[in-house]
Every structure is written in C-alpha cells, then in structure tokens.
C-alpha cells in the first residue's frame, strides 16, 4: 500500500499562482495529479517518472508544470495564470508503472473566483 498526503489547495482569483504538493509513503516510479469538476470526469492534468518523463494535460499546457523530489518522495504542481475553469478536487496518486494501478491521496480543493 501507498499512503499519499497532499496540502497546498485553497481560494485564488483568477490569474493568481497555487503549488500543491504530495508526499508518497515509499517511492514509486509514477506520480501525478488528476482534478474532478463538479459534475465532470475525472482528468488527467499531469504526471511524471522517476527517469523524468512528464506529461501535462492539453487543458493546462503553459501553465502548470509538474516536479519532484525524489528523495522526499514528493511530487508538486505548480499551476499559474488560474482561471475559474480549474476550479475542482485535484487527487494526487502515485503508480509503479504507467498505467498501472493507482494509489491515490484525499483530494485538496481548488477555487479559483473573483
């Protein structure tokens, strides 16, 4: 089992900057972040390995970027230039390869409103 805690989400106005972080139990080749909007899909926003390939979500491309330490075993999403439509729980979760079954943290809520 991979037990993952998260911190770092909260309110912010539109074109403001959050960094939320995530810190892993052991370490595991994949960790990342999905969010879920009210009454949508879960989404992919980003991940990346241990041997530093990254993926970022087509929606946030710009404006976020993922990076870790890895002998922390923590992972963090910086996300930039907010805007409402990112507003939503953000999962980090944590695998041993990609694709592969996930572990996942409670969820940190993210607001971004005037």
């Known amino acids: 089992q991979v037990q993952l805690v998260e911190s770092g989400g909260g309110l912010v106005q539109p074109g403001g900057s959050l960094r939320l972080s995530c810190t892993a139990s052991?370490?595991?080749?994949?960790m990342g972040w999905y969010r879920q909007a009210p009454g949508r899909e879960r989404e992919l926003v980003a991940y990346?390995?241990?041997?530093?390939?990254?993926k970022i979500g087509d929606s946030v491309k710009g404006r976020f970027t993922i990076s870790r330490d890895n002998a922390k075993n923590t992972v963090y999403l910086q996300m930039n230039s907010l805007r409402p439509e990112d507003t939503g729980v953000y999962y980090c979760?944590?695998?041993?390869?990609?694709?592969?079954?996930?572990?996942w943290g409670q969820g940190t809520q993210v607001t971004v409103s005037s």
């Open positions: 979760y944590a695998a041993f390869v990609i694709g592969g079954s996930k572990y």
């Open positions: 052991i370490s595991t080749n994949v």
């Open positions: 990346n390995t241990l041997g530093g390939s990254t």
